[in-house]
């Protein structure tokens, strides 16, 4: 059974910094490329970052030099290091796991809330 586990979101000033955590289990970590999508209300989930199995990694502007996407192997684990933060960061942010050259094989979390509000 394939989970995707997201964790640390929550509440945070505008230019404050949140660090998203996601935790993957049965999947082959090492090969899968892993993503960060988020949706607000009444828009189309969007990426945000993507990192993959070799460490090679993706920003949409929106984020570009403000968050910085990162993997454990050990933990098998992803991150999402979002720094100064801004109102329109608000959304639900979901993990994502996919095998490359297999379009069946993309996995979702069930997304965490990341607020940005003074």
């Known amino acids: 059974q394939v989970q995707l586990v997201e964790s640390g979101g929550g509440l945070v000033q505008p230019g404050g910094s949140l660090r998203l955590s996601c935790a993957a289990s049965?999947?082959?970590?090492?090969?899968?490329?892993m993503g960060w999508y988020r949706q607000a209300p009444g828009k189309q989930r969007e990426l945000v970052a993507a990192?993959?199995?070799?460490?090679?990694?993706n920003y949409a502007d929106s984020g570009k030099g403000r968050f910085t996407i990162s993997r454990d192997y050990v933990k098998n684990t992803v991150y999402l290091q979002m720094s100064s933060l801004k109102p329109e960061d608000t959304a639900v942010y979901y993990c994502?796991?996919?095998?490359?050259?297999?379009?069946?094989?993309?996995?979702w979390g069930q997304g965490t809330q990341v607020t940005v509000s003074s």
């Open positions: 994502n796991a996919d095998l490359p050259g297999s379009s069946r094989r993309k996995y």
């Open positions: 049965g999947i082959l970590f090492t090969i899968y490329t």
């Open positions: 990192i993959t199995g070799g460490g090679s990694t």
